[in-house]
């Protein structure tokens, strides 16, 4: 079975750094059509084509791959279309704390020296990044991104598509909107809604997002 990386940008070499321990990664796959990644080559690997290549693929024999860029809308997009044709793999870097008790979906990516306590639920397709702290019982939507060195308290609630930006704190028994964005550095103490930008200490709707 061939194992390939959706995506050729940042995220993309992030993942292959840790998945290269486990499975010989085939290529990189250019999902935006991004003329920057034309014959780009990251420490030998190639970027090998993009997603026409993959359906062509496809018919001829099985592949595994985990998508790997930031925008929560489109990887869920590439996500729902390759569910049930593809087998997703997790990425989960070694340095990070994982509790047993832990619920992971499918195509999750973990960074280094995060800590997920117990009772947690990662949905599918879902970033967390690395140094991020997500304590017991929280649930964690798919297709979320979850920032770098971000503190998510027990009992938190994010839905879906949601955005937590870097060094963010979110305290205890919040719920947070589905498709909403809390700006890096914000303090979260009270629910936010769907579909809004929060931002600041303590963390105020800014704007309502299309
Ligand atoms: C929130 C964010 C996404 C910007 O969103 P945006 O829709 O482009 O918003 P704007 O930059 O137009 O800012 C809107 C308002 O929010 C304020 N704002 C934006 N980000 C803020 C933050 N983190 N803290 C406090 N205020 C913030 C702006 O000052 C602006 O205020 P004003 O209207 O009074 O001038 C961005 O600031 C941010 O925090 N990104 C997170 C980056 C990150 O985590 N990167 C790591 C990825 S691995």
Same mark, same amino acid.
């Given at each position: 079975?061939? +194992?390939?990386?959706?995506?050729?940008?940042?995220? #993309?070499?992030?993942?292959?750094?840790?998945?290269?321990?486990?499975?010989? %990664?085939?290529?990189?796959? !250019? =999902?935006?059509?991004?003329?920057?990644?034309?014959?780009?080559?990251?420490? /030998?690997?190639?970027?090998?084509? &993009?997603?026409? !290549?993959? &359906?062509?693929?496809?018919?001829?024999?099985?592949?595994?791959?985990?998508?790997?860029?930031?925008?929560?809308?489109?990887?869920?997009? *590439?996500?729902?279309?390759?569910?049930?044709?593809?087998?997703? =793999?997790?990425?989960?870097?070694?340095?990070?704390?994982?509790?047993?008790?832990?619920?992971?979906?499918?195509?999750?990516?973990?960074?280094?020296? +995060?800590?997920?306590?117990?009772?947690?639920?990662?949905?599918?397709? +879902?970033?967390?990044?690395?140094? #991020? *702290?997500?304590?017991?019982?929280?649930?964690?939507?798919?297709?979320?991104? =979850?920032?770098?060195?971000?503190? *998510?308290?027990? &009992?938190?609630?994010? /839905?879906?598509?949601?955005?937590?930006?870097?060094?963010?704190?979110?305290? /205890? /028994? *919040?719920?947070?909107?589905?498709?909403?964005?809390?700006?890096?550095?914000?303090?979260? %103490? &009270?629910?936010?809604?769907?579909?809004?930008? #929060?931002?600041?200490?303590? #963390?105020?709707?800014?704007?309502?997002?299309?």
């Amino acid at each position: 079975m061939k +194992t390939l990386i959706l995506g050729a940008g940042d995220q #993309a070499e992030v993942a292959y750094h840790i998945l290269k321990n486990k499975f010989e %990664i085939s290529g990189f796959i !250019d =999902i935006f059509n991004n003329p920057e990644f034309n014959n780009k080559v990251y420490q /030998d690997i190639k970027v090998i084509g &993009n997603l026409n !290549d993959i &359906n062509q693929l496809l018919k001829i024999e099985q592949i595994q791959v985990h998508i790997a860029f930031g925008d929560n809308h489109y990887r869920k997009k *590439i996500f729902l279309q390759y569910k049930n044709k593809v087998k997703f =793999i997790n990425v989960l870097h070694s340095t990070s704390f994982l509790h047993e008790q832990l619920t992971l979906g499918e195509n999750v990516f973990v960074g280094p020296k +995060t800590i997920i306590n117990n009772d947690v639920l990662i949905g599918d397709n +879902t970033i967390i990044n690395s140094g #991020a *702290i997500i304590e017991h019982g929280c649930i964690i939507g798919a297709h979320t991104s =979850i920032g770098p060195g971000v503190n *998510i308290a027990g &009992n938190v609630t994010i /839905d879906e598509s949601v955005t937590i930006g870097i060094g963010a704190t979110v305290i /205890d /028994d *919040i719920k947070i909107g589905k498709g909403s964005i809390i700006g890096a550095g914000s303090t979260v %103490i &009270n629910d936010i809604p769907d579909n809004v930008l #929060a931002v600041g200490s303590p #963390a105020k709707v800014k704007k309502t997002l299309k």
